[in-house]
Nanobody, 123 residues
Framework: QVQLVESGGGSVQSGGSLRLSCVAS????????MGWFRQAPGKEPRERIA????????TYADSMKGRVTISQDNAKNTLYLQMNSLKPEDTAMYYC????????????????WGQGTQVTVSS
């Protein structure tokens, strides 16, 4: 089992920045791939933003590429998402996710989800 708890969301103006954090616990964490997703109101499914492998290799989806950086601190069991140049269309609930198989993150069906943290960007 992996437990994920996000924080760092909030309200910012367009062009602003936020850093999201996700603290992970559970015996599988060290063997899990991690990622960030988001879901805007009324939209399905959750959209993948970025994933990271245990060796630090990161991949980004086109929607926020160039404006976000995913990173992890294994000593703190924490995953981060630095978001810059935020736009109103980035308003969404942001979720941390984990899975032992990378493919499950890519296809949007990770085994473990956090509860989400809300990001609201005003114009």
């Amino acid at each position: 089992q992996v437990q994920l708890v996000e924080s760092g969301g909030g309200s910012v103006q367009s062009g602003g920045s936020l850093r999201l954090s996700c603290v992970a616990s559970g015996y599988m964490y060290s063997r899990a791939y991690m990622g960030w997703f988001r879901q805007a109101p009324g939209k399905e499914p959750r959209e993948r933003i970025a994933t990271i492998e245990s060796n630090g290799r990161a991949t980004y989806a086109d929607s926020m590429k160039g404006r976000v950086t995913i990173s992890q601190d294994n000593a703190k069991n924490t995953l981060y998402l630095q978001m810059n140049s935020l736009k109103p269309e980035d308003t969404a609930m942001y979720y941390c996710a984990a899975d032992p198989e990378l493919i499950n993150l890519y296809v949007g069906v990770p085994s473990y989800w956090g509860q989400g943290t809300q990001v609201t960007v005003s114009s």
